[in-house]
């Protein structure tokens, strides 16, 4: 059976998944702190940063995000969360997933968690089930059934 031809994932199996991803995520977020308060403190005799300026952090946590998923999803279609709920990440062309996709589906993500997440509610008002990241990045988020695995 095509990928394309799975049911549509849920709204909730997708928040479900994306909370798994969000500890990988915050795990990678602490590790790379750690890394730059690393390089940091032998050039400031041991001193620690202090304050980071807020869109630093979160460029920072933008170009995480967007290597941890694009680097899943180009590894089989499934994050870690997305494994666990058994979701796959399909294009809609059928083709192998590009690199621009992965760009808009990880911005049009943070530009609709910025706005109280009604980018990914938009899922239960569309007819097929699609998030804003879905439409800008023409992908679909498919369950795979046990029995399909």
Request: hydrophobic residues 50%; glycine residues 6%; proline residues 5%.
């Amino acid at each position: 059976m095509l990928e394309q031809n799975y049911p549509t994932a849920s709204l909730w199996r997708r928040l479900a998944a994306l909370a798994y991803d969000g500890l990988v995520v915050a795990a990678l977020y602490i590790f790379a702190g750690f890394l730059i308060q690393a390089a940091y403190a032998p050039f400031h005799a041991g001193e620690p940063i202090g304050q980071i300026p807020t869109p630093f952090l979160l460029s920072l946590l933008f170009c995480i995000c967007f290597f941890y998923f694009s680097h899943s999803w180009r590894r089989g279609g499934q994050s870690i969360g997305m494994k666990a709920w058994r979701l796959k990440l399909v294009n809609l062309e059928q083709k192998p997933m590009q690199l621009s996709q992965f760009m808009l589906r990880t911005a049009t993500g943070f530009f609709s968690i910025f706005f109280f997440g009604i980018g990914f509610f938009w899922a239960l008002l569309d007819k097929k089930q699609r998030s804003w990241h879905d439409m800008t990045s023409l992908t679909r988020v498919v369950f795979i059934p046990k029995d399909m695995s």
